[in-house]
């Protein structure tokens, strides 16, 4: 269902961590390629025997037309593209040391705070909304809200790819009820330690990154680019086409505590046949409750997790495909960063937009999850 509180409440900042190191779809390739070589040279008895399939091969032109993407960055590249590791190399820290997703965290939120002319004392909750978060307790984000010297509380979010929309819809409500004045969302998305480089179909998805959005009540803003949130809108629909069996009970499962469905999958054509329309309804759903259509808005900044997703959406909506300006894509070079990926496209598009101009920010994915937001500039 869509909600509106109509209490002022606004987007003010925006914050975006990107990591140092690239892997370009030709080095993920050439190091999947030869490990599927050896796989098959390996297992080569068997496999003409047809007792076991061989693994097939994959090619950059595959990957860009099959997705859209051409790179993507990675938190830690050492081991990503090593044949007898396929997984990347992330050095164990302490407990006293700050955790790995704390200090992306950290990065994008310190971001969000000069952009939205914010100090520590200005914060009053702290939300951390993502994919994956490496333990289960202490919660990542009050491990930033002590680092960043946050006073209030803070909480972490699990909502896969929906993660960003929903920790917004949390900390809009909490502004509208009076909890709290304003509230730094982060989504520290570290994704890499996740995927299967050893699977043709889902070893280029992903890419890791950080980003954060401060929202506040509007008599508090300072910032120059601002956005009412007139509406937020979620639906949820259970799927197991996008799934990560990772848990906790692995370890009394007895079985391998790292196999492959424990690492992302998912069936592709189902979800793009399922979620695409299912996402174009909701959206012209949440326009149409403003009295809206599509013509009006400005800018959509949707998930970023596959371009002919975005392109199918966006055609069935304005009937007609819509320009790089209408709907910035950022997965070529970020690929899918699950949460973070309608964020990067709103933190990267969105200084242009003039006073009254429309915009819908957007995420879908496992679930089937989607969360949706009217915003407005100011």
Same mark, same amino acid.
């Given at each position: ?24 779809? +030709? ?75 704390? *200090?992306? &965290? ?27 978060? +490496? ?7 009050? *491990? ?8 209030? $509380? ?18 809009? *409500? ?31 998805? $992903?890419?890791?990154?950080?980003? !954060? ?9 300072? &910032? ?39 690492? $992302? ?29 599509? &013509? ?45 990926? &309608? ?10 937009? *003039? !006073? ?23």
């Amino acid at each position: 269902m869509a909600k509106s509180l109509n209490a002022g409440v606004v987007v003010s900042g925006l914050g975006l961590w990107t990591p140092e190191h690239s892997v370009s779809n +030709e080095e993920l390739v050439a190091s999947y390629n030869a490990y599927a070589e050896r796989y098959n040279q390996q297992n080569a008895q068997a496999i003409e025997a047809e007792e076991m399939a061989a693994m097939p091969y994959s090619s950059a032109e595959f990957i860009q037309k099959a997705s859209g993407i051409k790179s993507r960055f990675a938190y830690v590249k050492d081991g990503i593209l090593d044949v007898d590791r396929m997984c990347p190399s992330i050095p164990l820290r302490a407990s006293s040391e700050l955790s790995h997703q704390a *200090e992306m &965290s950290v990065a994008a939120a310190r971001d969000a705070m000069t952009n939205a002319n914010k100090t520590a004392s200005d914060i009053g909750a702290v939300i951390v909304s993502c994919a994956y978060t +490496e333990r289960a307790y202490p919660a990542i984000a009050i *491990e930033v809200q002590g680092a960043l010297g946050i006073e209030g $509380f803070g909480f972490d979010m699990l909502v896969a790819c929906s993660a960003a929309t929903f920790a917004i819809h949390r900390a809009y *409500e909490m502004i509208a009820a009076g909890t709290v004045d304003s509230v730094l969302v982060i989504n520290p998305e570290l994704t890499s330690p996740q995927v299967n480089y050893c699977d043709r179909d889902s070893h280029f998805i $992903f890419g890791d990154v950080a980003t !954060a959005i401060i929202i506040e009540r509007e008599e508090t803003c300072q &910032s120059e680019h601002s956005y009412d949130i007139l509406s937020t809108k979620a639906v949820t629909k259970y799927s197991s086409n996008i799934r990560s069996n990772f848990g906790h009970i692995n370890r009394a499962n007895d079985t391998d505590p790292f196999a492959g469905d424990r690492l $992302f999958h998912q069936n592709g054509r189902k979800v793009f046949k399922e979620v695409c329309p299912m996402a174009a309804d909701h959206i012209e759903s949440h326009i149409n409750q403003h009295g809206l259509t599509p &013509s009006d808005i400005k800018r959509w900044w949707l998930h970023q997790a596959n371009i002919n997703m975005n392109s199918l959406i966006t055609k069935k909506l304005l009937g007609r495909d819509a320009t790089p300006e209408e709907a910035p894509i950022v997965l070529d070079t970020y690929a899918n960063t699950a949460s973070a990926g &309608s964020v990067i496209a709103f933190s990267l598009y969105h200084e242009d937009m *003039e !006073a009254g101009d429309y915009g819908v920010l957007c995420s879908f994915g496992a679930g089937y999850s989607i969360g949706s937001l009217m915003l407005r500039k100011r």
